[in-house]
């Protein structure tokens, strides 16, 4: 027990534990999930605000100039007016005839100029003259404009510039003005009043979202009508008070923009609830204004919303990639393993199979043997029979040749020793089949040629064949090759033609046919004969030693035995059938040895 924990230990020390590779690999994944879209968010929203501003910087620099150009064009107007002969007289003298001149002129000078409006106010801000004198409605003439600011302030500082909606006419617009100098100081003031709906026209085309603040806070211009005359931000009770005093933005009710402060420097309006703006300004100090441009960032986060999730699938596809590519591996290698797990056993297998057959191929052997063994236990009493009769007969044959012997009768004593030799002979015989029969295993195994065992037998048989004046047909192709004992294929080939020949003697037509036909991997060799064929009660043990329907001295009863045993021993069958005509049929099926 103690040994095995001390090699654990050892073991455990050297190796990288596969958890915490794994738990690094988690931590690497998540880190990289998180990180890479937030990261790119922040740089596709960084780069997409750099690029707003960019194009916002530019705009705002053209709606500036195009506010600039739109009144710089009237900027002379008052100047020129003021220092009018016509216009310093009617101040003079505000007659019916000046006033008549003055209108004329302004009319005619603003038909050229193309302004709102061009008048002439007294010192008290009562208008004298204006362009639209003949307007019954709109006409500014005879009032009074004191209470506005851009009034006041060329009264006290020579010219006046100011943005208010027509106190008359409830138009909206820019008022340039200049002092008239009379001999008296300031006799009054000459005012231009431009129009720049115009401009809101273009901002609005373009589409964009843009707006003009006053000092105060208040959207006097914008690309969308509705904020017009709105603070961004709620206004403070004494602005609220000098804004209606001057009727700067007559009728307009002040509600606040709602501008606020929305993520990232952004701003929102109340209006248009949770979008966010992107707001760049551009003052106007010689306007006492602010032109602001408004742009939507949503694209923007969108896009960055978009490379965000990109991001997180580029590394959720690259985790994935990797997992695969290692799974593959895993799998690789647990299949190699298989593989050479298998291998290995595959021949574990072989090995043991091998040994196995061998030691049944030894029983099998061992019981042949025993069968053998048995077999001659069984024959032993058949032999005591066999041995036993010519035996007796040899001895009753000596003593009657001795006798024979002592009269001198030389022929007789001839003929008895011949007899006594073929009683010997006989046993000879007998003995010769059982050493055959007792053979252990097969002596060889070498590669025969059927024709040729059939030539070796049929020298043996052949006096015999012809004695009888049998026919042998044979049909062995020469390629006939099998596996086996060249001296023992003989043999049963003599056994099983010599049955054959027995089988002929009391017919007429005496044919024995031999024949070898090739099979899947085997010879059929057929010893075939038109003799007396075998009775069915014959047939279970024809095969068994000893059994024999020849009459005592001519069959012993061992051929078939023999023969079936040696064929066996090739790996061999042999059967016996009867044919359908006449006669009967041995069939061998031999193994067939390769040629070469
Ligand atoms: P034996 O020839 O000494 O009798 P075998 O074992 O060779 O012994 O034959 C046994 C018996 O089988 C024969 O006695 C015979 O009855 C029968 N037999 C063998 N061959 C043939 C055959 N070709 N035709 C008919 N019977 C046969």
């Known amino acids: 027990m103690s040994i095995a924990r001390t090699d654990q230990q050892t073991d455990a020390l050297p190796r990288p534990r596969p958890g915490g590779r794994r738990a690094l690999w988690t931590v690497a994944f998540v880190a990289a999930l998180t990180l890479a879209p937030w990261q790119t968010h922040r740089w596709v929203e960084a780069s997409g605000l750099a690029e707003l501003r960019r194009v916002g910087d530019q705009r705002l620099g053209l709606y500036a100039s195009g506010i600039r150009t739109a009144v710089g064009r009237y900027d002379y107007l008052p100047f020129l007016l003021a220092h009018d002969k016509d216009v310093l007289a009617l101040l003079e003298d505000p007659s019916a005839d000046r006033r008549h001149t003055t209108n004329r002129l302004l009319e005619d000078a603003n038909e050229a100029a193309g302004a709102a409006s061009l008048y002439v106010t007294d010192r008290t801000g009562l208008t004298l003259a204006a362009s639209n004198w003949r307007d019954p409605v709109q006409s500014l003439v005879g009032n009074r404009y004191d209470f506005r600011p851009y009034f006041r302030q060329t009264m006290a500082t020579g010219s006046g510039r100011y943005f208010g909606i027509g106190a008359t006419t409830g138009l909206p617009g820019y008022f340039l003005s200049r002092a008239a100098l009379g001999a008296e100081g300031v006799a009054g003031t000459a005012v231009v009043k431009v129009d720049l709906e115009p401009l809101q026209r273009d901002w609005q085309a373009a589409g964009e979202r843009v707006m003009v603040t006053d000092g105060n806070g208040v959207v006097f211009l914008a690309s969308h009508a509705e904020w017009k005359y709105r603070p961004l931000r709620p206004l403070a009770e004494p602005v609220r008070a000098q804004l209606a005093a001057t009727r700067q933005y007559a009728g307009a009710d002040l509600r606040p923009l709602g501008l606020g ?53 580029l590394v959720l596809l690259l985790a994935a990639g990797l997992l695969l590519a290692r ?79 002592e009269r001198g009768d030389t022929p007789s004593v001839l003929g008895n020793l011949g007899m006594i030799a073929d009683m010997a002979e006989r046993m000879a015989v ?46 062995v192709p020469d390629d006939a090759l099998v596996r086996g004992d060249a001296v023992r294929l003989e043999q049963v080939l003599v056994n099983l033609i010599r049955n054959a020949a027995d089988a002929l003697s009391g017919v007429e037509d005496r044919r024995i046919t031999v024949s070898a036909v090739r099979g899947p ?76």
């Open 261 to 313: 402060d929305g993520p990232d420097g952004m701003v929102t309006l109340s209006d248009e609830r949770g979008r966010a703006f992107l707001m760049q300004e551009l003052a106007l100090p010689d306007f006492d204004a602010t032109i602001r441009l408004l742009a939507d960032v949503e694209p923007v986060l969108a896009q960055a919303r978009s490379g965000a999730v990109l991001a997180a699938a």
């Open 521 to 596: 991997g085997v010879w059929e060799v057929r010893i075939s004969d038109i003799g007396t064929g075998i009775a069915a009660e014959h047939q279970a043990r024809l095969f068994d030693p000893f059994f024999t329907t020849k009459e005592v001295g001519e069959g012993l009863g061992l051929g078939l035995s023999l023969s079936y045993g040696i064929v066996r021993d090739f790996g061999g069958s042999l059967r016996a059938e009867n044919n359908p005509d006449a006669g009967a049929t041995f069939v061998m099926i031999l193994p067939e040895a390769a040629h070469g």
């Open 327 to 405: 799974q593959r591996a895993e799998t690789l290698r647990l299949q190699r393993e298989a593989h050479e797990t298998l291998e290995r056993r595959v021949e574990e297998r072989t090995h043991e199979l091998a040994a196995a057959n061998q030691v049944l191929r030894d029983a099998q052997e061992e019981l042949v043997q025993a069968g053998k063994l048995a077999a001659l236990g069984q024959m032993s009493a058949a032999l005591a029979h066999e041995f036993n009769q010519p035996l007796a007969a040899i001895r009753t044959f000596v003593a009657s040749t001795r006798l024979l012997a």
């Open 430 to 475: 007998i003995s010769g089949h059982l050493k055959t029969f007792a053979r252990k295993g097969p002596a060889r195994v070498e590669a025969v040629p059927v024709g040729q065992a059939l030539d070796r037998a049929l020298l043996l048989l052949g006096q015999r064949l012809r004695q009888d004046g049998i026919d042998l047909t044979r049909a």
